[in-house]
Structure formats: C-alpha cells, structure tokens
C-alpha cells in the first residue's frame, strides 16, 4: 500500500472516496467475519498480531491501483503476472513496520489536521462547498450492512498521514553524498565504447576436428540424448516448416448493422452462384470485393504462412479442397468468400533423421566449453602479470572469439546494448582509469555471460555541454533518487532487525485459495 502512496499527498484521500472507502473498516474488523478464515492474523510485527483483515484492505486497494491504472480493463487473470499477492504482502509488511516505529514514537496527527484535508476533498463536496451531510453519505455507501463512522474513517486516516510522512521525512533525509555527485559528474562528460569477447562455446571461432566415429559414438550413447534433444528443441523452427495456402477472396463490408444484413445477404448469394459456376470469380470480385490489396488482382492474396493470417480465414482453407469455394466466413475484416488455389502442410524433420547434425553440434559445444575452462585462469593470470600481449594472442589467435562491440555509452547509463544491464562494466570503469586500447584487466559477468572488455573509444559526452545544464540536474536528480531508494531499503531493513516479522503463509495459502475460487467464478 505504502509503495502506491509514496509521493502522493492530497489525491489519497480522493482515492479512498471513489473505490476503496469501503475497505478502510476491513482494518478494524466490521466485515472480519465474512473474509476470516482460520487463522485470522497474517503477520506478527514484534509479536503483535496483524489480522488478515488488514492483508484483504491492502489487496483490495492495489487492485483498486490496477483497475484505475488500465482503465477498467484488469482482469483477475493478470495477478500473477503483477505478483499482487507478494506485493500486498511486502507492501502491508513495511507500512506495519512504519506504524508500528511511529506508535514507539509517540507520533500522531491531530484531528483537526485530518479534518482539514476531509475537507478539501471534491469527493464530499456539494455545489464546492464542503458538506457533512455529503460525506456521511459516502461513508455510508461504503457498506451495505455496516456504514462506516466518521471517527472510524479519522482515525484510519490519521494512522495513513503518520506512516506517509514518517516515509517522506526519512526518504528526504537521505542525500547523495558530494563525493559520489562528483564521480559521478564526471563519468556523464565521458562516453565510452568497448569491444566485448564473449567467453562461452557459441563464440569461440577456434578450428576443432571431429572425426565420424566420434560423431557416431557420441550420437549413440544414451547418456547424450537429453542433450542432443534439447539442441533439436531449440532449434525447432529450423526443422520445422509451417503450412501455406494460395487462397483468394471476396471481401464484402461488416460494419454498420446494414452491412451486416446486407452482405450477409450478398454474401449467401454470391456462394450460390460460384459453387454452380466457379467462372464468375473474377467478375464478381470486381464488382462486390472492398479489398483494395486484391481487388485488381481476381482477388488473389498471394502465399499465406499458416499462424500469420486471421484464425477464421485459415480454418476455412484448412476444410478446402483446390478450387473449392468456402462458406461465407466473418473477420473482423468483413465477410470473407474465400477460394483455395493450392496448400502445403506442415512439415518437421524426425529427431532421428538430424540426429547426427545436433550430435556434432553438441560436441563441438562441449569441446569449446572445455577450452573455455582451460583458458579462463589462464586469461586471468596474464591479467595479473599485466601480460596484455598473451591476452590478445589468446582471444583472437588461440580460441578466435568472434567479438561483439556496443555503441559509444556513458557509465550512467541504466542500459548499455548489446548486453544490457552491465553495472559492473560501468563500476570498472569508473574505478580505472581506462584510455582507448586497454583492457578490463578481469574476466567479468555481464547478464550471466563471462566476458573480457577492451576499451575501443573513448570521447567527451554531448551531456558536458554547456547546452545541456537542464539534463545535468535531472541527471543528478535521478541519482539521488536512487540514492534514497538504496539507503531506505537499508532503513526498512534494520526496523525489521528491530521489530521482527513472523509471516503466517499458512493463512495467505488460504486466502489466495478462496479468492481463486471466487475470481474465477465471477469471470
């Protein structure tokens, strides 16, 4: 719930009025005995019981985010996607964390302060003017059985100000320090380009012989066909030819209700006349079809791959025979009238008949790697002996790496293409020195791939330019952004050191199970 409210200040009480308003009183337990399954606490924060009414008003109001966020169209299939069972919990864990440092604390807003700003929510207003009468009424409305009271509501109210400044206050304490402002003011006037050599078996050039018998050997051994399976899966697409179609058409129109009943008319008409006589086809393209593509040309579409064309159209020539003429058949398009010319089926090439191909490869990829195992330590000992000559003779003499080479990056940057994330090639850089035609002096992994890096460029930043003075301070802006984010997670951290958290999965096991099934009953 807190990550939602972070930087929101008058708009939360507005978001409570329009969805959520009704949720607020789950807190205090009015509705527990509908959402209580046992047991009904869904964390203990220093041994005080949290309940899982509290988990329901939190899941309730990121759905409430989502919904509002797409605009109507979240549907109950999209939780997993968002994790919204892990978020509610990490989000009610650290506004109990907050609550409950604030109780400790002794920090509490004033009514009167909550009363200030009830008031100037457009949401309990009527004709501008606040109105008491208005905001019972939408209290009211919160819950059938069970209006929610206007102390209640205060109260809750109260609680959500604390923890959202108490979160605000500790996040503005927090400043990125002067010394790494510098560095990193300096990194954004220098931009950088390397050369990257990729140390895994696909890149390695290096020339390696295979005999047929050991081809043959390795083809056969039961023990390599997990490999040599997963090197046909992978490659599926390769063994695998997918179905075309030579069709053409009659395209009537299908938007206005009169099209509708006037094509689907046309359409029974025009089937009648070319299964007697399939001669009139292009004629009566000519004359009905609103297809601009194929109109000109007797209504042919050209060569249809199978999953690239509409679904309903492909079923249909699925079902005919050459020069056969379909059943009239609704696109979103129109009302199609379709013709198949010619087809081919699918096709995939049997594991056994490429058996031999992907037992080579497999090989081949096993020998690579062993040079990979064998050269790595020794790479990294001429690093060590600043035997930068060796480096090079290994990499493009020994193994023959075919290297990849990225665009001119500053280190600042959150991605740098082709490898993506690289936060450790940006730290190397930033902590060396480097000039064009140096080395990284270490092996390092970037997305999961070991990698040696040689500086190819290197040259001053468009951003150090006295054009840019607005990019530098929304560049430090972000950092310091950053900054806070890195240190309040170090915040949270020591506040869970301080108050431990028991998670009770047993019952967040049992509401993922009753919302489940009632989700999936209401689509």
């Known amino acids: 719930m807190l990550a939602y409210f972070r930087g929101q200040r008058n708009p ?22 509908q959402y209580s399954p046992k047991p009904s ?71 009167e302060f909550v009363r200030d700003q009830i008031l100037k929510e457009e949401g309990f207003k009527d004709d501008g003017q606040f109105s008491f009468d208005q905001y019972k009424r939408v209290l009211a409305r919160g819950l059938p059985f069970s209006p929610i009271k206007p102390k209640d509501y205060e109260d809750y109210l109260g609680q959500i100000y604390v923890v959202q400044t ?21 990194l954004r006037q220098i931009e950088y ?21 050991e081809i043959a050997a390795f083809a ?15 490659q599926s697409a390769k063994y695998s030819q997918k179905g075309t179609y030579e069709a053409k058409h009659i395209l009537l129109p299908n938007v206005t209700e009169e099209e509708k009943k006037t094509s689907k008319d046309l359409a029974d008409q025009l089937y009648t006349q070319l299964v007697t006589d399939p001669g009139q086809f292009e004629a009566l393209v000519k004359k009905h079809s609103v297809d601009p593509s194929s ?5 042919r579409l050209g060569k249809l791959t199978s999953g690239e064309i509409k679904e309903e159209l492909e079923a249909a020539l699925k079902t005919l025979k050459p ?5 009239p058949i609704v696109t979103n398009l129109g009302i199609h009238i379709p013709v198949l010319i010619a087809s081919t089926p699918e096709a995939t090439t049997p594991l056994e008949k490429v058996k031999s191909e992907l037992a080579e490869q497999v090989l081949m990829d096993q020998k690579r790697g062993e040079l990979v195992e064998i050269y790595q330590p020794i790479l990294i000992s001429h690093f060590k002996n600043r035997d930068i000559k060796e480096v090079k003779r290994i990499l493009t003499t020994t193994l023959r790496i075919k290297p990849e080479e990225t665009g001119f990056f500053s280190p600042y940057q959150s991605l740098i293409q082709p490898v993506g994330q690289a936060f450790p090639l ?31 460029a290197k040259k001053e930043a468009f951003e150090a330019t006295t054009k840019t003075k607005g990019a530098k301070e929304q560049f430090l802006t972000q950092m310091n952004l950053k900054w806070q984010d890195h240190v309040y997670a170090k915040f949270k951290k020591s506040l869970e050191q301080r108050y431990p958290i028991i998670v009770n999965q047993e019952a967040i096991a049992a509401f993922k199970k009753r919302h489940s099934r009632t989700e999936q009953a209401a689509q």
């Open 12 to 33: 939360i009480l507005l978001y409570f009025v329009v969805g959520v308003i009704c949720i607020v009183m789950l807190s205090f337990g009015l509705v527990a005995k």
């Open 41 to 111: 606490w869904v964390l203990k924060v220093n041994g005080k019981k949290v309940p899982l009414t509290r988990y329901l008003a939190s899941y309730h109001q990121i759905i409430g985010y989502f919904q509002s966020l797409l605009k109507g169209q979240f549907d109950p299939s999209m939780l997993q996607y968002f994790q919204v069972y892990s978020t509610v919990l990490e989000n009610l864990k650290e506004r109990e964390l907050l609550d409950y440092f604030a109780q400790n604390q002794h920090l509490v807003f004033s009514t």
């Open 166 to 186: 108490l979160n605000r206050v500790i996040r503005n304490a927090f400043h990125l320090p002067k010394e790494h402002q510098d560095i990193l003011e300096k």
């Open 193 to 213: 380009k390397v050369t990257l050599y990729p140390l895994t078996p696909k890149h390695i050039q290096a020339k390696t012989k295979l005999k047929k018998e």
């Open 220 to 234: 056969s051994d039961t023990k390599n066909l997990p490999a040599i399976q997963n090197a046909y899966f992978k």
């Open 295 to 299: 109109k000109d040309k007797g209504g």
């Open 323 to 327: 020069g056969e003429v379909g059943k």
């Open 426 to 456: 940006k730290q190397y850089v930033l902590h060396n020195e480097l000039e064009a035609g140096d080395f990284v002096e270490e092996i390092i992994k970037l997305g999961g791939t070991p990698y040696v890096i040689q500086i190819k």
